[in-house]
C-alpha cells in the first residue's frame, strides 16, 4: 500500500511541476522543503499510529490526538508540500503550531516506547517509524528528482536503509526523541527569523 501511494505522490509532484512551468528551487523553496518534509512525515507517522491503536482497539493514551485531526493536519501540510513544486514557499504560523505539536507528540512517543509493556503497542510504534521514514524519503526522492535530476536522486536511493525497524522500546524512545530534537531545531530557526523581521 505505501508503495502505491509514493508511487501516486510522485506522479502528483511531477504533474504539479510540469503544469507550472517546470520551475526552479529557489533557496526559499528548499528552506521550506526541509521544513514541510519533516513535518508531513511527524504527523503521517502520528496519523498511522493512531489508526493502528483504532483498528486493534487497543486504549490510545491520552496524548494521542484523534484520527480525524491528524488527517485535517497531514492534510494540510501535504498541500504545502505539493505547492513547492509550483515554486512556492509557504511557511506560515499554521506551520509553526503544528511543528509544536509535531514535536510534543514525538516526545510523548518516545516515553510510550520506554513504557511500554505491550509487544502488540511497540509493534506500532515500530510500525509508525517505518511509516514515517518511508514517507519522507519518498517526498525527498519526489523533489530531488524534479529539482536536481534523476542522478543525484538515485544516490538517495541507493543510500536509503532497509528493513524493518527492530521493536525495541529504547532504541525507538532515541529515533523518536532524535527526531523531536530535529523539529525542535526548526522551530527555533523560526522564531528566531521571526524575532529578526
Known sequence: IRFREREQRKYACRAIWIEAGRPAATQQVRAAH???SGL?????????MR???????????PWMHPAAELRQA??????????????????NDGVVQLL???Q???LATAVTAETAGSPSVLAI??????????????????????????AQANRWRLSRPGGATP???????????????????????????????
Not at 511509516?131 to 536536481?148: E, H, I, N, P, V
Not at 523560526?190 to 524575532?195: F, H
Request: hydrophobic letters at 50%; aromatic letters at 10%; proline letters at 2%.
Open 34 to 36: 526541509s521544513i514541510l
Open 40 to 48: 508531513a512525515a511527524a504527523l503521517y507517522g502520528a496519523l498511522h
Open 51 to 61: 489508526l493502528l491503536f483504532d483498528q486493534y482497539r487497543i486504549e490510545a493514551p
Open 74 to 91: 497531514h492534510a494540510g501540510v501535504e498541500q504545502l508540500f505539493l505547492r513547492l513544486f509550483r515554486g512556492e514557499a509557504i511557511v
Open 100 to 102: 509544536q505539536r509535531a
Open 104 to 106: 510534543e507528540d514525538l
Open 125 to 150: 510504534l515500530a510500525s509508525r517509524e517505518a511509516a514515517a521514514r518511508d514517507y519522507f524519503l519518498g517526498g525527498l526522492l519526489a523533489f530531488t528528482d524534479l529539482f536536481d535530476g534523476p
Open 167 to 197: 521493536h525495541d522500546g529504547a532504541l525507538l524512545a532515541r529515533i523518536f526523541r532524535s527526531q523531536a530534537s530535529d523539529l525542535r531545531s526548526v522551530l527555533q530557526s523560526l522564531r528566531a527569523r521571526n524575532t529578526q523581521i
